[in-house]
């Protein structure tokens, strides 16, 4: 009977630990949780005017000259994996911001990966890191069509994947201009920071926190 117990008891430790370590990893690898719920804008901070945004069918629409700045989300992230898909006119600007502080211009506390179809150089156009690191390859740039980022930020280092194919590897502690941004802030939709007749649009907001 003793016997019995101790085998009973060691299947039981084996098993509890079997089940933490699976827990565990789970929480390693995160999972990839929406931003966006598709239907307005909870969870999100508008950092200008409510009218420069709309939400229809799925998607977060952003006008030329309507004020509307950026989004913020409602919380901070330090680690982790960012996709968003995007949309953007011929000749618009735009961007996603990383790491932004709550005040300030987000492109200057954070980072700004760049959205744009505009002629620029390779560190401000879409998919770089704005004014700080230059793509390489330069990614599809093509307006009016669905693109992709995957931004991901783990301690000094970023990657910017676009469509599928990496134009962004930097490590910000090798850079004098960017050495001292931090490694934890919000991240941001920025509005169609053209004219009249531009536009932004942003669907499957996404993120992973890396833990």
């Not at 390693?28 to 929406?34: A, P, Y």
């Not at 150089?121 to 330069?138: E, I, M």
Request: glycine share 10%.
């Amino acid at each position: 009977m003793r016997q019995f117990q101790l085998l009973l008891w060691a299947a039981v430790l084996v098993s509890w630990v079997s089940t933490a370590g699976a827990a565990d990893n789970s929480g390693e690898k995160g999972e990839f949780v929406s931003l966006f719920n598709g239907r307005n804008l909870s969870g999100w901070m508008v950092m200008g005017k409510d009218q420069g945004w709309t939400v229809k069918d799925g998607v977060i629409r952003s006008e030329g000259e309507q004020g509307g700045n950026w989004l913020r989300s409602d919380r901070t992230y330090k680690d982790f994996v960012f996709r968003v898909e995007w949309r953007v006119s011929e000749g618009g600007n735009s961007g996603v911001f990383i790491r932004s502080a709550k005040d300030g211009q987000p492109w200057v506390t954070g980072y700004e990966v760049q959205i744009s179809n505009a002629p620029r150089d390779d560190a401000h156009c879409t998919g770089s890191l704005y004014g700080c690191f230059s793509v390489n390859p330069r990614p599809d740039e093509t307006h009016d069509k669905w693109h992709t980022f995957e931004i991901h930020c783990q301690g000094s280092r970023i990657t910017v994947t676009a469509d599928g194919v990496r134009c962004v590897d930097a490590d910000q502690s090798t850079n004098e201009k960017t050495r001292n941004k931090p490694l934890m802030g919000y991240i941001g939709l920025q509005d169609s920071h053209s004219s009249t007749g531009h536009y932004i649009e942003y669907r499957k907001v996404e993120i992973k926190v890396i833990r």
